[in-house]
Each structure stands twice: as C-alpha cells, then as structure tokens.
C-alpha cells in the first residue's frame, strides 16, 4: 500500500494560489517532471527559501485555508507529486484544486483551525514528520521529542480515488 506524508513543510498563510505553487510560465511543459524545480517558486514567505532542502525534501504540507485558490490547473497537484509531496493538509481548499488532488491519488485533508494550529505547533522542529493512514483516516505528527495523532474525515468516494492511486487507476479497476 502507498505510503503518505514525510518530513512536514509548514508554509503559514491563507489564500495560496496556484500561481505560487506552479507559475503560469512553466505550464508548457512536457512532462510532470520537467516542472519539478520550480515548485512554489513565487511563494513569498518570512524566511521561506523555495530552493531549501526543506522544500525539496518534504512529503507532507501543512497549510491555512484556501489553499490552491485561483487558475484551475493540474500542474499544481503535479508539482507536488513529482518532489515527492503526497499530502496538503489545510483549513480548506479551492474545490477544483482538491478535487485534482484526490484525482490524482493525492491525499488532500482538511482539518478546524484549532487542528490546524496543533499541528503548526511542531513547525519549529527540524525532525517533524507527519504520516497519514487514508484507510483509517489517522494522521500522526512526530517532532521535537513530541507525537501526537488525530482523526480526519474524507468522503468514501474521494477515499477510493485516493487509495486506488488517482481516478485513471480507479477507473481502470472498476470499469
């Protein structure tokens, strides 16, 4: 079974577009790995470098709300998974944004304010690492000497699309 999540990103801001995330320049691409090193590349963030380790090495991101608002574009949920990135956690997201996630085999989890916040508690931490069962719907933050666990809500639906690998995989095992 795939794993999700690894070393967390923590990028603490509401309303990040897709423009931040994938810019529009790069669209041309050939293929999904040709876009791989511009992730966020116009995210404007304190002390946030784009080309860190950090961000190459993540697995999970841990967000505000709204993320992935603005064009509606798969690249976006692309250039997560081609540096590795399988989980967004936010407050919310734009509807097309995470319905690409999900489309994708993407774990896309929403979560209250007050989750939310747990969570960036273990921002400073250097070794934070979030894992994520879908099948359970059970995330686990570790960080900093501390771990804590906490439940999420998923539609069975946007589940299956996520544990079969995306909608062509699902598709493929159902039709």
Known sequence: MKTFGGPA?????????????IPAKYLTEITKEDLKPYLLEDLKLPGFDPKSDKTFGAGAVVTRANFGCGSSREHAPWVFEVNGINVVIAQSFARIFRQNMFNCGMAAIELSPEKIDQLFSYAGAADATIEVDVANTTLTIKGGGREESMQFEISPFDKALVLAGGWVDYADSKY
């Open 9 to 21: 990103l923590f990028l603490d801001r509401s309303d990040i577009n897709t423009d931040e995330i």
